[in-house]
């Protein structure tokens, strides 16, 4: 029974592993959004006394180009989370149900066990699509910064 359930162990331990990357993401992703916000309203209030120059209303332009694009990224980040949570739900079922299947030797669990393992890895694949789709659009937000330098 332990030996069947190690393969949906090691997955919760792996999703853990990046759950912890994410949310480390999450967080720096969310404080570069409030510093770009503050650098925003800073400029905004030059550019409402009209003290504002060409660079500073570049670099306004460039910030609110760059708050859209981290808001997405925030959004993949969020969806990669709530996937690997889905995942790890259902690992924790699979080990469940394969221990009732050890308990209930009457029924049959085999087809339920693979089932919810087999929905597990999907989530999991869903989850590193979405946080591929973050990188990628982290690495447009970098492009951008270059662009303006």
């Known amino acids: 029974m332990i030996q069947s359930m ?15 990357g994410m949310n480390s993401k999450y967080s720096l992703v ?5 510093a770009l916000d503050e650098e ?7 550019a409402d006394e009209n003290k ?13 180009v760059q708050i859209g694009k981290f808001a997405y990224r925030i959004r993949m980040v969020r969806n990669a989370v709530i996937y690997y949570s889905i995942a790890v739900a259902f690992f924790i079922l699979t080990c469940l149900t394969i221990g009732f299947h050890f308990i209930i030797k009457n029924i049959d ?6 089932l919810l393992f087999l929905i597990g890895m999907l989530s ?26």
């Open 6 to 20: 190690l393969a949906p162990g090691i997955m919760i331990s792996a999703c853990g592993l990046l759950l912890l």
């Open 30 to 34: 969310v404080t570069r959004i409030r």
């Open 40 to 46: 925003k309203r800073k400029l905004k209030l030059h």
């Open 52 to 64: 504002i120059t060409k660079d500073q209303e570049k670099r306004l332009n460039s910030i609110s």
């Open 109 to 114: 669990l085999t087809g339920i066990v693979l």
């Open 124 to 149: 999991v694949f869903a989850g590193i699509m979405f946080a591929c789709r973050e990188v990628i659009k982290g690495y447009q937000i970098v492009q951008i910064e270059i662009q303006e330098s």
